[in-house]
């Protein structure tokens, strides 16, 4: 792909810190970089040039957040349709990025995609989900956005938990310091994977291979990221790349490779990085991966990565519980339903009671009250008690 013509929009607090990041990042220079917020201090707070910057709601929320209303989230994105398709005019690629559980990336992620739907933009989702420490309702706002908002809709959507944090960092890590974190190392993985679909000139993951895997699927990703140089680790830069991939934060340990279901592998390098040393560093995180697991292997190279080489690892893990309850759940439903109509139908063949079984009710103490009389007929005695009527229940009709 040409220059610019990749474009990464950040959604929400999260998603324009990440942006942020990246804007500082001379390798991500080839980008196409936008922010979306309805918090004008959010935005205000990244170096990213005006136009490429848009405070969502601004005459409705006047600079304010959403304060975690997904509604209100959705509604201010969804007043910036036409500025949004205006931001996105020349994008090949989309990529999307932010954290979800609050109200602006949540509400209007889904907007977002409409927007590359409708323009028939190819869209990659890459989202955070909450701390399990903020409760459990931004933890739901965050799982529905995915499973009602995305999945199914959106070519691909890696969903990665925060909570991996906790195998790597302190208990006495600062909470701002542990959200930093998550942040960087998301923005290393969207530089990774943007930059072997930019260059892709060595081995290229194509954007099918995403599709194919993640589409529709529920899941949750790690993603490790190892950075090597010859200045700093010389000829051993491939162990050391992949050393630090194995202890990222985000990663888990190393024991995610092993039980992912797929994994996503990349690796950046200068012009000197040649095919066999790709091969001796794709091998060598090979040896912990399972053989039965898919796997996508992107490699490219550029100037700008000359002598240093970034590892990037995303694992996959599918959620086919999730999607078995899901099934069980929809068998069950289907199940009592066709139970409760046989039931139905069961007592309406079985019945041998055809009339209906009224009987009086009386009139307590108006019963020696006055008579309502017509035509020698006691109004207050029903109508088929007085004329000596059978009421059918109309089920000798239905059978």
């Known amino acids: 792909m040409e220059s610019k013509k990749i474009t990464v929009l950040g959604v929400g607090g999260s998603g324009c810190r990440i942006v942020g990041m990246l804007n500082e990042n001379p390798l991500a220079a080839q980008l196409k ?36 209303n997904v509604l209100d989230g959705q509604r201010v994105i969804a007043h910036e349709r ?66 009602n908002g995305l999945l199914g809709i959106a070519d691909a959507v890696i969903c990665l938990p925060n909570d991996l944090l906790f195998s790597v960092l302190e208990s006495t890590t600062p909470l701002s310091s542990a959200f ?46 190892g950075i090597a140089s010859d200045e700093i680790d010389g000829e051993n830069r491939s162990e050391a790349a992949l050393e630090r991939l194995l202890c990222s934060p985000l990663l888990g340990g190393v024991d995610k490779l092993d039980d992912a279901d ?19 560093i794709l091998e060598l995180v090979g040896r912990y991966i399972k053989p039965d697991s898919q796997l996508i292997i992107g490699a490219a190279t550029g100037e700008e990565w000359t002598g240093k ?11 086919f519980e999730g999607e078995a309850i899901e099934i069980l759940r929809g068998e069950n439903e289907q199940t009592t339903h066709r139970v409760r109509m046989h039931s139905a139908t069961a007592t309406a063949e079985e019945a041998d009671q055809l ?11 108006m019963e020696r009250g006055p008579q309502v009389k017509w035509k020698n007929e006691d109004l207050d005695v029903p109508t088929y008690m007085r004329q000596n009527l059978t009421i059918d229940n109309g089920k000798r009709g239905a059978q």
């Open 82 to 147: 036409g500025k949004i398709e205006k931001l996105l005019e020349g994008t090949e690629f989309l990529l999307v990025v932010g954290g979800l559980g609050r109200g602006t990336a949540s509400g209007g992620m889904p907007v977002v995609l409409s927007v590359a739907r409708r323009l028939e933009i190819p869209t990659l989702f890459v989202v955070t989900l909450p701390f399990t420490l903020e409760g459990h309702s931004r933890r739901k706002i965050a799982e529905d956005t995915v499973k």
């Open 309 to 319: 080489i970034m590892l990037s690892a995303v694992t996959v893990k599918f959620d």
């Open 180 to 225: 930093k974190l998550a942040d960087q190392e998301l923005s290393r993985t969207v530089l990774a994977l943007t930059m072997v679909l930019l260059h892709g000139n060595l081995l290229a993951a194509d954007f099918g291979n995403f599709i194919t895997l993640l589409k529709k699927k529920k899941s949750f990703c790690s993603i490790g990221i």
């Open 355 to 365: 009339t209906l079984p009224l009987e009086p009710i009386s009139k307590g103490i």
């Open 33 to 68: 970089l936008l922010a979306v917020d309805s918090d004008s201090n959010s935005l205000q707070s990244i170096n990213l040039p005006d136009s490429s910057r848009l405070l969502a709601g601004e005459r409705w929320r006047n600079g304010r957040g959403c304060g975690g």
């Open 262 to 280: 797929a994994v996503i592998v990349t690796l950046l390098g200068g012009p000197e990085l040649s095919l066999g040393q790709t091969k001796q």
